[in-house]
């Protein structure tokens, strides 16, 4: 299985930016999908994650109100629209293919990790 993300780069605060995350290598809508994120220094982050259908999603507490997880299947691929951004968000962030087609937080679900993508929010 591979997790291919991009879209990250150099924004202003306030500004918009929407990852992508290709999947490949077994049935894309059979599993959940999540995005996490590391910044310089600190543990990884979960962010949001999405059941195989996309009719369930959770955010972790940065991400509520902002950003908004989604997923097209027809496309093998999920996504990540991030609005409001803060100097904070700042980090590498990273598609995750679970164990299973449930949503989950918990980095040990998932099986599979892209190789990230660099999202840098400017003061």
């Known amino acids: 299985v591979q997790l291919q993300a991009f879209g990250g780069g150099l924004v ?7 990852l992508s995350c290709v ?23 979960f962010v949001a994650a999405i059941s195989y259908g996309g009719g369930t999603t959770k955010y972790g507490d940065s991400a509520k109100g902002r950003f908004t997880i989604s997923r097209d299947n027809a496309k093998n691929t999920v996504y990540l629209q991030m609005n409001s951004l803060k100097p904070e968000d700042t ?30 929010v400017s003061s």
Do not use: H, I
Not at 12 to 18: F, K
Not at 24 to 30: A, W
Not at 107 to 116: I, T
């Open 12 to 18: 202003q605060a306030g500004d918009s930016l929407r």
């Open 23 to 45: 999947a490949s290598g077994r049935t894309f809508s059979n599993y959940g999908m999540g995005w996490y994120r590391q910044a310089p220094g600190k543990v990884r982050e």
């Open 91 to 120: 980090a590498v962030y990273y598609c995750a293919s679970a164990k299973r087609g449930w949503v989950t937080p918990n980095a040990y679900d998932y099986e599979y990790w892209g190789q990230g993508t660099l999202v840098t």
